[in-house]
């Protein structure tokens, strides 16, 4: 129980730290920016979809028709449907002008507007109905997969700074020379480490279970989610605590931390890119497995027993990076104890 009170103290200790450290700060709130930057510029698969705009001279015979090939809004006057063309969008308006009907047009659409509206109006009026063949299909996914990719991306960001901030936290301890203050406290090597992980763990945590939320995406299977977050996060505390330990100064750990972010967004992007036959060159690597997990889960392919695979591929490689640089680490906590 005292060891417990000790790890939380150390935990409400650097809490309190990073909301006083810009740094930190922006680490807390980057990921819920990154979300929030790619919701708005990530379009859903009914973004995608043609969009027509209608005033109240076109009849709603034609509207009907016209709702077989695109999304059609109605609006009660030209002026309505003028402000609604002239937004950043591509909307093209439909009106009827000195007894013909009219397309209206910003002028910068990315797409050959009037020509597909045309032979779209042509189809629904019937005056030349074989001109336009529309054929519809299903592939079975109403969401956008580049929000689904980019929730995933925004995780392992969050796992990443969650361990960055441990290490940025530790090379704070040498700045200003607490460390040894705490040295003549009961508090153990591994309390202290247990308590400056902390952060490291339970933000990360937090931000698993709110990223999606910020993102819109829904349905997912948050107990799994939590299983492969928690995996993912022994990779980036390993990777924060040696930054920590061997970095003198904060400026020297966000270089290593942005050389590490380097190393790890090549498993992200590998996992993406690189057909799966090819991909067993990164097999070493955690944070692959950590992709392939939260992937799943995201897309709700993983059931309970291939999200422990991936969890415990995950966890198994952190095991064997901590052993790598366990005498890197020791030999960094020994000399902070010595300073």
Known sequence: MQSIRTIFAIFRRDIRSASRDFILVFMLAAPFVLALVLRFLIPGVSGSTLRLAVDDTVDEETVAALNRYAVVTAYRSY??????VAATDDVVGITWQDGRMAL?????????ASGLVLRMLDAATEKAAHSLRVTWSHIGELRSPLAMYGLAGV???AVMMGGMMTGLLIIE?????TLSAVNVTPCTRGQYIAGKCAVGVVVPLVQALALPFVMGVTGLHYGKLIVVTAASLSGGIVLGVTVGVMSPTQIAGIANMKFL???VSASYIGALVIPESYQYFLYAFPFYWSVRGALGVIWGTAAWGETLRYALWTLLLSGALLAALARVIRRGLSAMNGA
């Open 261 to 263: 972010m380097l190393v």
């Open 155 to 157: 995780l392992l960001m």
């Open 173 to 177: 301890e040498k700045e200003e020379f």
């Open 104 to 112: 209206l047009l910003e002028g910068n659409e990315a797409w050959d």
């Open 79 to 84: 002026e309505e449907l003028s402000d609604r």
